[in-house]
């Protein structure tokens, strides 16, 4: 019992901290809306398509989206999941053309065609795209519904007739073909590359600049005056350490949290990410417990702790996708814990792992935490009993 209360007064602690409020809950997700707003806009706008079945007239105007230069498309099965790659920044925007376009022009009526775009205005772009190229495809159907009202001729007779009068035949097919396997699939969101980088660098940050805390407790003897009630010295260094990855856990299930609500990331098999979390949180800890006990003056600790951190992250992928590092680089990054945490979460979000999948990853990251967390409490028990 006591360990958990000791536990619980360090994440009180953390979570009192006005300055926290930027750190830990504010600043996170404004780097990874910057690194979605960059990662995003690297590459072609993409547009999805829901297309109904057996409709002549949705695949046409379909394939005339699809044939417009400069932009990307995707088709989907349903309107829902096309709504949800949109949320997700997937996709810029979408175009929905539902079964029964072809009985409506054929009756004269007006064809009525969805779009979806973006909220920060990425798909008014593409909107002039996709209106281009319906009117190219509607000019013959209006065509052909005029010639019908006028004549004794059907709907589907005059737009056989309208259809290749619309068409020049001067256009040049360019086929494009992608060659080799691409670093990030498709349907990977635009925030989800930013989002699992900064969990794994900002959880191992707030671990670290917590040991500032631990050293604090010492220099106001609430340590010692701990160890003066009955309350050993192992329960004080299991609480203290406890109280670490607690602050871990707030920081990255807020992450996770948040990320998942407002920018639709989609983090994989639950109980991998949770897993994963609760072992590079171990990690964390072991890492700023072991600070805590080096360290005398807790503004040392806080300092070099950042440094650390950062520099740390750097190395394992967190500023630049591990992917694009160099095979020595690769090599040199998987030193580090963040690279095996990074790897973790590229197994869960983009090759949709399970917790089976990345059993690997959680066994370095076990070991790295035995091995923090015990040269700590070895250190911890001699500086908390030297007279």
């Known amino acids: 019992m006591k360990i958990l209360v000791i536990a619980a007064s360090n994440v009180r602690r953390m979570l009192r901290d006005r300055s926290n409020i930027f750190f830990v809950f504010i600043f996170p997700i404004a780097i990874i809306l910057l690194i979605g707003a ?8 993409r547009i999805g398509l829901v297309v109904g079945s057996d409709d002549q007239l949705a695949a046409d105007i379909a394939e005339s989206i699809e044939s417009a230069e400069g932009i990307e498309t995707n088709r989907f099965e349903s309107e829902a999941e096309l ?66 009202s006028e004549t004794d ?15 020049d035949g001067s256009s040049i097919g360019v086929e494009v073909t992608a060659v080799g396997e691409a670093l990030f699939p498709s349907s990977m969101g635009q925030f989800d590359l930013g989002a699992s980088s900064q969990l ?30 009955p309350t050993s010295v192992s329960t004080v260094i299991v609480g203290e350490s406890l109280g670490r990855l607690g602050q871990a856990l707030v920081q990255g299930l807020y992450i996770i949290g948040l990320t998942f609500l407002v920018f639709r ?35 040392q600790a806080a300092g070099i702790g950042v440094i650390l951190s950062i520099g740390l992250a750097a190395l394992g992928g967190s500023m630049l996708p591990i992917e694009l590092f ?29 917790a089976l999948d990345i059993l690997p990853e959680l066994g370095v990251l076990a070991a790295y935490a035995v091995v923090l967390l015990a040269l700590a409490s070895w250190r911890l028990k001699a500086v908390i009993t030297r007279p």
């Open 38 to 45: 960059q990662f995003g806009g690297g590459v072609d706008p």
């Open 83 to 148: 709504v949800e790659t949109v949320e997700r920044g997937g996709a810029q925007a979408g175009v929905i053309l539902p079964n029964g376009l072809s009985e409506v022009a054929a009756r004269g009526d007006v064809v009525e065609i969805g779009f979806i775009s973006r909220p920060d205005g990425s798909g008014t772009q593409l909107q002039s795209v996709a209106n281009a190229a319906i009117a190219k495809v509607m000019t013959a159907v209006g065509a052909a519904q005029f010639a019908a």
């Open 153 to 167: 001729a059907s709907f589907e007779e005059a737009l056989s007739t309208s259809r290749p009068l619309a068409e």
């Open 200 to 229: 794994v660098l900002f959880v191992f940050l707030t671990a670290m600049t917590g040991s500032a805390a631990l050293i604090l407790s010492r220099q106001l003897g609430i340590t010692k005056r701990m160890l003066s009630t």
């Open 265 to 299: 990331v989609d983090w994989g098999d639950p109980l991998g990410a949770l897993l994963l979390l609760i072992a590079f949180s171990a990690v964390g800890a072991g890492a700023g417990m072991l600070m805590g006990s080096i360290f005398r003056n807790d503004q």
């Open 326 to 354: 160099s095979p020595t680089m690769k090599t040199v990054a998987h030193a580090t814990p963040h690279a095996w945490a990074l790897d973790g979460f590229a197994e869960l979000l983009r090759r949709e792992g399970t």
